[in-house]
């Protein structure tokens, strides 16, 4: 579910529309991790990684990938109801007994068949008008649109690639030199599941023009996870791929069956660790027709999704004699887009010396 991602978008050119030029000053900056210092924690991949080479990493960049599946739930709900009972259950047969003026048991139509069936169409027409028009871009957060964001390291170029919907802001090249991360959650060891590794960019010192965040590995353990992703990634881009050890599992871009069933059971996992096991079991075993729904809920949503699509310059990016991809700036989106996005810039306060 790309819910975050599209509210962050929207903000930002939501707070284009007034004549501050700018938000306030935001000392904040002072506070997040230097990438060029070691974390005082050991890297660790926290399955978040999809692919690792000498040239480019690919990271998890969706915060509630797991979540997804609730949407799809409603949708298959409503066009269950508008397509299948009122389309081929109502609206159809009517049309047929309207052209062949027979209705049920071979009887002739009555009258007011010819006045309730139209009337029929036209509620359905109006229903399925209204969902499309108001609600297809709450479906497209899960539905209809890439299957997984991803963020692209790539230590040749020393570029950060966010491969996301259009309705997100859409794929975006930005300078890893200009980077800062953020790590939060519960006391490290704690397993709380609440640790969130943030990595952001300031368009007040990047000349982007937008400021752009993006949340990576999803919800982590605690704020040791967070650090630990953190610092893979930070070593892997600094001192190479063999600074860090190869990930156990990398996780994978095809829709497998059991990768749901893990995501849909994934909020269970930190009470497993720190409470009491059967209770947890307990639980899980009484929510078991709600959780295989949900797991069922969540493939559908990554079958009727397309994989994460690479633009071809910069899936050649760091190979021999390729072009170096240009970085995103707001005048990329358009003039009208590109003062909103100006507009919403966080300036940062100069660091003290």
């Keep these: 579910m790309y819910l975050f991602e599209m509210i962050f978008w929207k903000a930002k050119l939501g707070e284009g529309d007034s004549d501050q030029g700018g938000a306030q000053p935001d000392e904040s900056v002072d506070d997040a991790t230097d990438l060029r210092q070691r974390i005082k924690r050991e890297p660790r991949d926290e399955s978040a990684v999809f692919a690792v080479n000498s040239r480019f990493m690919d990271v998890q960049g969706a915060w509630q990938e797991d979540k997804r599946g609730i949407v ?26 309207m052209i062949s003026g027979i209705g049920y048991f071979g009887r002739p139509l009555p ?46 170029t020393r570029q950060v690639h966010i491969n996301r919907p259009a309705c997100a802001g859409g794929t975006v090249t930005l300078p890893w030199d200009a980077a800062i991360m953020e790590m939060t959650g519960g006391d490290p060891g704690s397993r709380t599941g609440d640790g969130t590794l943030i990595m952001g960019w300031s368009g007040d010192r990047t000349g982007a023009g ?57 909020f269970l996992l930190p009470s497993w660790r720190t409470g009491d096991k059967g209770l947890v079991l307990s639980f899980a075993l009484l929510l078991s027709p709600l959780l295989l729904l949900h797991s069922l809920c969540h493939w559908i949503s990554l079958l009727l999704c397309w994989p994460t699509w690479w633009p071809r310059i910069i899936r050649r990016a760091g190979l021999p004699g390729a072009p170096v991809p240009a970085l995103t700036v707001a005048e990329d989106y358009g003039p009208e887009i590109a003062r909103k996005l100006r507009a919403s810039v966080i300036r940062l306060a100069e660091p003290s010396p």
């Design 72 to 97: 799809t739930f409603v949708f298959i709900g409503i066009m269950f109801v508008l397509q299948g009972q009122f389309l081929v259950g109502v609206i159809v047969p009517g049309v047929q007994q």
């Design 111 to 156: 009258s007011d068949h010819y006045v309730g069936i139209p009337i029929f169409i036209l509620i359905w027409a109006v229903a399925n008008g209204v969902f499309f028009r108001f609600c297809w871009r709450w479906v497209r957060l899960e539905l209809f649109v890439q299957r997984r964001i991803i963020v692209r390291f790539n230590r040749v």
């Design 210 to 266: 937008f400021d752009e965040i993006c949340m990576l590995g999803g919800l982590l353990d605690d704020q040791g996870s967070a650090e630990a992703l953190g610092e893979y990634i930070r070593r892997y881009m600094e001192e190479g791929p063999d600074a860090v050890p190869r990930p156990k599992r990398l996780r994978a871009t095809f829709p497998w069956p059991w990768d749901s069933v893990r995501s849909t059971l994934s």
